[in-house]
């Protein structure tokens, strides 16, 4: 299993970004799987973001987020996306995709890793 995160990038205090993370190679069911974001801010441990379950249906989210994020999925596309709006400086971390048979906020339920994207919040 293979993902891409893409989508970072700097933005202000306030401003809008998207997230996409695409899955490609085996993966435990095409319809079957979940998918999370979670972020890493310089020197503290990666935390849980988001996350949706394989029909989209069933989200869950952290309350650091909770009315600002939302967390999407196109099963056709195997992508991910995660809309991140009225984002605070206290936002900035690497953002990490991750895949996992079970929907969990726990790290350790996703085997699967992207390589993290860049998210600068400028007050």
């Known amino acids: 299993v293979q993902l891409q995160a893409s989508g970072g990038g700097l933005v202000q205090a306030g401003d809008s970004l998207r997230l996409s993370c695409a899955a490609s190679?085996?993966?435990?069911?095409?319809?079957?799987?979940?998918m999370g974001w979670f972020r890493q801010a310089p020197g503290k441990e990666r935390e849980f973001v988001a996350a949706?379950?394989?029909?989209?249906?069933?989200?869950y989210y952290a309350d650091s987020v909770k009315g600002r994020f939302t967390i999407s999925r196109d099963i056709a596309k195997r992508t991910v996306y995660l809309q991140m709006n009225s984002l605070k400086p206290e936002d900035t971390a690497v953002y990490y995709c991750?895949?996992?048979?079970?929907?969990?906020?726990?790290?350790?339920?996703?085997?699967?890793w992207g390589q993290g994207t860049l998210v600068t919040v400028s007050s």
């Open positions: 991750a895949t996992g048979p079970r929907l969990r906020v726990e790290l350790r339920e996703y085997p699967y």
């Open positions: 190679g085996r993966t435990f069911s095409s319809y079957s799987f979940a």
């Open positions: 949706i379950g394989w029909s989209g249906s069933s989200t």
